[in-house]
């Protein structure tokens, strides 16, 4: 209730300036026409929580699909726990590849109303095919698909239908959801610092939203699919799709826009052509030597300009200033030729993505810990006892406790530890996003550590004489909690980290880019996840050994493949840890190039601003 009273409170707070005119955003954004943005008529909570709702509802109908896949490939098409596991870690590894092409035509061409537009409906068009393929093609005989009734064998025809469906879900929802977080953030003026702390909560409320979103896929559709009633889970995914689609474009007259900035490849290729080019000139220290534009223009239309910093100095010979570039200054100007002479914005956009990469990479392993809950997870929980006298527990909807966990943790760090941080800091800021992301994988450590025990446990009490009793383990489902909660929250320190260091750490002309980053750590997670469990395999298989993942759980060594996870987790923490502190943090001007000098003095911050943590 409090957050939504200061929710209120920020959009009743909207006033016109002492002159009685407008007062219009400061950060350069626009408003459906192109005119600039009036504060008051667009953007802040009244667009953002509408583009809350918009992620709970395409998220609902996302894991209405995804949550219970693994399932659907084992009982539906027959296929073994290992081949169905890797199957999803695939899928769910392109969603988040299809990322970078919506962040790409985002940024570039689109912009990101449009790309969440065309690509939400590519995700409608895919859940009504899927939808259409269950129930037309793929669930015979009739009733077939729960637990005890296999289905009968299938047509090429119908299994290819059933891919392009499953993978034009992934099209869509992989290239709308980076787009639509930083469309989001996009929605909150981060100049202003009631609108710019309500840019950062922002994260964390999208990020819970897209929890709670699954909630009701992992209760009610995961039981429902568990039962075998397929075809209903999939026609209320497709559903709820089309209404998060109608509420986005209800939403069109308030939002705020930035307009696309263009390739970014060919401002990248011209800084290391530029500097290639230059590789013999004499370098000296500063800044002085390296040319940029006149203060209120930009290399990169609308972009604040980047200060200057230092690493990666090959790069800054694109920027210096030669007699053979231009006779005179004025002359330079209107002259210059980009594949010669780079601006140091341009330069600094190249280094920014340089040193976003390390860090990036690190956050691949905790994926493929992250991508486990979907798959293995899912498999070992199946083979436990999941009957609650007479109700049976769908394995899958355990990940309610993640979801739970992760509403649970939102609150304790925003509420409670950010706030206890800071004060001990003695600065506005907690903790910071780099050392959030090391402590979530430091949880995530504890994660497996606490998976792997619980299967210890299982295989201790399992009937291994059984040859196809796969769930003949006596010990209860619920002892899968910790495991659920620890990886819940983990999430919101790692994905919540990234989501806000990528945003804020990105170039202004690649911000959908920056979430980008974050999902498709998620994908390479999920096809390193699949990569390992078949090295796992083919290595851990023998004549008298089935492997660690067999289709009978009760013969694998599970455990092992979990323990296997926190060993490489925690050989990632220690490389994250020396490329955190390695990390050096994009300097703005404090200012959006292009403004009008004359508003400076009432609405413009012109010193220097330093995003540190």
């Not at 954004?29 to 918009?54: C, E, F, M, Q, Y």
């Not at 949550?67 to 084992?74: A, I, P, S, Y």
């Not at 299994?159 to 977080?181: C, D, E, K, R, W």
């Not at 390695?582 to 601003?609: C, M, P, Q, V």
């Amino acid at each position: 209730m409090a957050c939504l009273n200061s929710i209120c409170k920020e959009v009743s707070d909207e006033k016109r300036n002492t002159k009685g005119e407008e007062v219009y955003t400061l950060d350069g954004a626009v408003d459906r026409h192109g005119k600039p943005a009036i504060r008051s008529k667009t953007g802040t909570w009244v667009a953002g929580i509408l583009l809350l709702v918009n992620q709970g509802l395409a998220t609902l109908a996302f894991f209405g699909v995804g949550v219970n896949l693994v399932l659907f490939l084992t009982r539906v098409l027959g296929q073994d726990n290992a081949e169905a596991a890797n199957n999803v870690s695939k899928w769910t590894g392109t969603v988040y590849i299809f990322s970078l092409l919506g962040a790409f035509l985002s940024d570039s061409y689109w912009g990101r109303y449009k790309t969440c537009a065309i690509f939400q409906a590519i995700f409608v068009v895919g859940l009504v095919l899927l939808s259409v393929s269950s129930s037309a093609f793929l669930l015979k005989p009739s009733g077939c698909g729960d637990e005890e009734t296999p289905c009968g064998s299938h047509s090429t025809f119908h299994i290819s239908f059933f891919y392009l469906s499953i993978y034009l879900v992934a099209l869509g929802n992989g290239g709308y959801q980076p787009t639509i977080a930083t469309f989001g953030a996009d929605q909150f003026d981060e100049e202003d610092p009631k609108e710019g702390h309500s840019k950062i909560a922002f994260f964390s409320f999208f990020y819970l939203a897209l929890n709670l979103g699954s909630l009701f896929s992992n209760t009610i559709l995961g039981y429902f699919e568990d039962q075998g009633m397929w075809t209903l889970g999939f026609w209320a995914s497709a559903g709820s799709a089309f209404l998060a689609l109608v509420l986005f474009l209800i939403g069109t007259p308030r939002y705020r826009h930035f307009k696309p900035q263009g390739n970014p490849l060919s401002r990248f290729c011209q800084v290391l052509v530029a500097a290639f080019r230059k590789w013999k000139v004499q370098m000296t220290p500063g800044e002085d030597h390296l040319f940029e534009m006149d203060k209120n223009e930009s290399a990169i239309n609308g972009d604040r300009r980047i200060l200057h910093t230092e690493g990666f100095s090959f790069l800054d010979r694109a920027a210096i200033m030669t007699q053979k570039d231009y006779a005179n200054e004025e002359e330079n100007v209107e002259g210059r030729n980009p594949w010669r002479l780079c601006t140091i914005t341009q330069v600094e956009e190249v280094k920014c993505i340089l040193r976003l990469l390390p860090i990036w990479l690190c956050t691949i392993l905790y994926s493929v810990v992250f991508t486990q809950m979907a798959s293995l997870f899912v498999e070992q929980g199946d083979a436990m006892n999941t009957k609650i006298s007479n109700f049976d527990i769908p394995a899958a909807s355990m990940s309610s406790f993640d979801i739970i966990s992760v509403a649970t943790f939102i609150f304790i760090y925003r509420r409670i530890l950010d706030p206890i941080v800071a004060r001990i800091k003695t600065g506005p800021k907690g903790l910071t996003e780099l050392q959030r992301m090391g402590i979530g994988l430091v949880i995530a450590i504890l994660a497996m550590i606490a998976a792997g025990v619980v299967e210890v446990f299982r295989l201790k009490h399992a009937n291994k004489d059984c040859p196809n009793c796969n769930n003949s383990s006596p010990l209860s489902i619920f002892w899968q909690i910790p495991q659920y909660v620890l990886i819940g929250a983990s999430e919101v320190f790692m994905y919540v980290g990234q989501l806000e260091f990528f945003n804020a750490q990105a170039p202004d002309g690649l911000k959908s880019f920056g979430s980008a980053l974050c999902m498709t750590s998620i994908s390479l997670g999920n096809y390193v996840s699949s990569l390992l469990v078949t090295m796992v395999m083919k290595i851990s298989t023998r004549d008298n050994m089935p492997g660690w993942i067999p289709g009978n759980l009760n013969k694998g060594r599970l455990d092992l493949f979990y323990f296997l996870l926190a060993a490489l987790t925690t050989a990632d923490l220690v490389i994250y840890i020396i490329c955190a502190r390695w990390y050096k943090y994009i300097k703005f001007d404090g200012r959006s190039s292009g403004e009008d000098d004359s508003n400076n003095n009432n609405n413009l911050h012109t010193s220097k601003a330093e995003f540190r943590v």
